[in-house]
Every structure is written in structure tokens, then in C-alpha cells.
């Protein structure tokens, strides 16, 4: 065990998760630049590091490139809807004690003034640095979705792309990442455009959309999908004609990104591997899409927004069973049920939550895996895939 806080360190005795396989005897060096960031130097076997080079024993753990969250909305009774703080110091860094290196605040649609509230929170904090895993920035579950799908969203803050209001979230171009609406709505494939201008990535999702919808906003630029089998369209008949929906299109296209909530609760088994075989380890993303529930205990109530639901068999619920409301699982308990569960070998588990999310957010040649020359973003993990250490930046996250 190192007792100092030297510039260069590697980090041995550890089973390293790579993008294509799991190398043992193999060590992670870090190396640490005068501002303090850190990036790995080199990933070498154990016997070719030169013998003065400090090095941290990991005891035989897991060492895996930090995990990104795409869409989380919070935990610990807080979410990134409050424009607070301590709300996200709160949520960061119970992220990060989980080996969440980066992810982006996941807002749901709210009173208008409210959400500007939060997009101008959400840039002053991501204006210095802050202690816990990384924002990259916005995710945002819009009013543009169908009432018919909203699921755990509040219905009474939807309305349409085509209103005049829609355009004040463009001015949100520098910090919001994704954009979440329903391709069927007025004035959505329109807004899909503009939105890619801005470089803001459209996403499905809260749809009723037939496949035809779907082919016309990738037309125009849309690219990602939100949670697969969670509020989205299926298949329907129109007199003997079979339409696909949202959920078809999603599977099957290669064009698409798409994200999986794996609590195990959302999906059960054979859906998760449905998504796995279709759309394959590429494509796919693991989110958490976790609520202020999560890491709360059972039969704790949590908000979102101005809706009220409660933690019900380890995972959200409204009042009436009517719907889930997102996970109160975070992301690092989601990669034994990927491995368990759904059987996908871990270094795919691992890059499904972390080098896909980072390649939809054209943050790969920086984040999400561990190559040479990548930030050190780094999760050292238990066999039960608690994290023993996270790194952030070449610096230990206390």
C-alpha cells in the first residue's frame, strides 16, 4: 500500500476489465500532470514496470474504467431537478462512492420556471470544479412526449415542440446533451433538426410512435433511444397490416442507441437479453435511471418534481401500481445482474456502462475505458461489484 501521493503510480495485483478481454498480471499506470489531472500512462505487464515505480496493491479486485450514467435522476432523497448544492454534492457523491466517475443530470419535465431554474444551476455548476463524479452535462426528459406513455412524468407539464416555449431550451445548446420526445408529436421532426444543429443530441422516448414516425426523425437527425420496453410503442394492428413501433424500430435499427434500465425490475431477464441480442454490445447503454429513491430503504416516499411515489420491492412505484417510477438502483448494482442475469460476459457488461455511454456523448477518446493516453477515470470493485476506490481525474475520491 502506498503511503504518499506520488506523481506516477501504477496499480497492481488486479483483474483489469479491458473493451475485449479481462488481463491479469497486468498493471495501470497513472500519471499525474502539474494541475493535478491525471491520465493512464501505460497498461503493461506487471514485470515490465521498473522496480523504483510506486505501486497500490488492489488486493485482487476488479479494475475497470469509471462508469457513466447517461440518465439518472438522483438518489438519496434528492434530485438533480432541485437546483441546489447540496441536492447534487449529495447525489455526485454517492455516485462516485459507487464508482460512477461521470453522468449526466437527469431533469424531468417541470413547471416552465422551474426547469429554466435548473438548466441555469445545472451551468454554474458545471462552470468549476465540484467534489463527486463528473456532469457532463443536461439530460432532459421534455414536454414534448405523448400523454399516453408519460409514465412517472407529470402530464401536467407536457405540451407540444411546436409551441413558441420550446425554443427557450435551444439557448441550453452548451450544457444540455440529450433531449428526450416523441417522434409522433407536432412539430417534433422539425425540432429534432434544430435540436442537432445545436449539437444536442434527440432521443425516443415516452412514444406512441409508428416505425414511420421513428424513420422520419432519424432523417432528420434522431439518434438515441430511451429506456427500451419502458413507455414506448409496440407493434399494432391496422385492419390485417402489422405496424411496428417505437420498441421494433429500436431493436433492429443500426442507427440507433439505445439505453436499458438493468435493475432487474423494469425488465426481467428475457427482455434484457432480447435487447442484448438485437441490438448487440455496441449500441447498447446501461443506465440506472435512478430517482431519489434510490438508496433509500423500502417503503421510504420520494419526489420527482411535484409527483410523489414510494420504493416498493427494491424498486420506484406510483401510489397505484399503475407504473414504475424509475430505478432505485444505481448504476455499479446493475453489472452483476448484466453478468448474472442476462449472461453477457463482463468486459461487454463493463463497456455498456462505460465506453457506449461515453462514445453517445463523443467522450471516447477521453472517457471510458482504460487506454493509454485516457483521462484516469478509474473504479477499483469487490467481486460483488461494490467499489473499494474510485478515481476521478488521477485522484482518489475520498
Keep these: 500500500m502506498m503511503h504518499t501521493d506520488p506523481k506516477t503510480f501504477a496499480l497492481v495485483n488486479g483483474s483489469v476489465v479491458l473493451p475485449d478481454r479481462i488481463a491479469s498480471n497486468t498493471a495501470v499506470v ?5 494541475a493535478a489531472k491525471g491520465v493512464i500512462a501505460a497498461v503493461i505487464p506487471e514485470d515490465q514496470l521498473p522496480s523504483e515505480m510506486p505501486r497500490l496493491d488492489v488486493g485482487g479486485r476488479w479494475i475497470t474504467p469509471g462508469l457513466i450514467d447517461i440518465h439518472t435522476h438522483g438518489g438519496l ?41 435548473v438548466f441555469d444551476f445545472i451551468r454554474q ?15 432532459f426528459e421534455s414536454p414534448f412526449i405523448s400523454p399516453a406513455q408519460c409514465g412517472a412524468l407529470d402530464p401536467q407539464n407536457l405540451f407540444s415542440p411546436d409551441d413558441p416555449r420550446a425554443a427557450r431550451f435551444l439557448e441550453y445548446a452548451d450544457i444540455l446533451r440529450i433531449l428526450v420526445l416523441a417522434p409522433e408529436q407536432p412539430g417534433a ?26 424513420l422520419q426523425a432519424m432523417q432528420a437527425g434522431l439518434s438515441h433511444v430511451t429506456h427500451i420496453f419502458s413507455a414506448m410503442s409496440t407493434t399494432v394492428r391496422e385492419g390485417p397490416w402489422r405496424k ?41 447503454c446501461v443506465i440506472s435511471d435512478a430517482t431519489s429513491g434510490a438508496g433509500l430503504p423500502e417503503g421510504s416516499r420520494f419526489k420527482m418534481g411535484e409527483m410523489e411515489y414510494e420504493v416498493v420491492d ?38 455498456m456502462a462505460s465506453l457506449n455511454p461515453a462514445r453517445v456523448l463523443g467522450l471516447d477518446g477521453r472517457k471510458g475505458s482504460l487506454e493509454v493516453g485516457k483521462d484516469a ?9 461494490s467499489a473499494w476506490r474510485t478515481m476521478i481525474a488521477g485522484q482518489w475520491v475520498a
Design 189 to 214: 421532426i422539425e425540432f429534432v433538426a434544430r435540436l442537432v444543429e445545436r449539437g444536442i443530441i434527440p432521443a425516443a422516448g415516452h412514444s406512441i410512435a409508428k416505425e414511420a414516425d421513428v
Design 77 to 117: 432523497g434528492y434530485t438533480f431537478n432541485e437546483p441546489t448544492a447540496p441536492a447534487f454534492t449529495a447525489i455526485l457523491q454517492e455516485n462516485a462512492r459507487r464508482g460512477v466517475t461521470g453522468l449526466l443530470a437527469t431533469i424531468a419535465t417541470a413547471p416552465m420556471d422551474d426547469l429554466i431554474q
Design 244 to 284: 411496428p413501433g417505437l420498441l421494433e424500430t429500436a431493436l433492429v435499427h443500426p442507427g440507433l442507441t439505445v439505453e436499458m434500465i438493468a435493475d432487474n425490475k423494469h425488465l426481467p431477464p428475457t427482455l434484457m437479453k432480447l435487447a442484448y441480442q438485437s441490438i448487440g454490445p455496441r449500441r447498447l
Design 125 to 139: 455548476w458545471m462552470a468549476s470544479p465540484r467534489p463527486g463524479a463528473q456532469v457532463f452535462g443536461a439530460h
Design 377 to 385: 477515470d478509474i473504479a477499483v470493485f469487490n467481486p460483488d461489484f
Design 314 to 351: 427494491g424498486v420506484g412505484m406510483m401510489f397505484d401500481r399503475s407504473a414504475f417510477a424509475g430505478s432505485a438502483t444505481l448504476l455499479n448494482q446493475m453489472i452483476p445482474v448484466l453478468i448474472n442475469a442476462v449472461e453477457i460476459p463482463l468486459p461487454e457488461a463493463i463497456c
Design 30 to 34: 497513472i500519471e499525474r500532470s502539474p
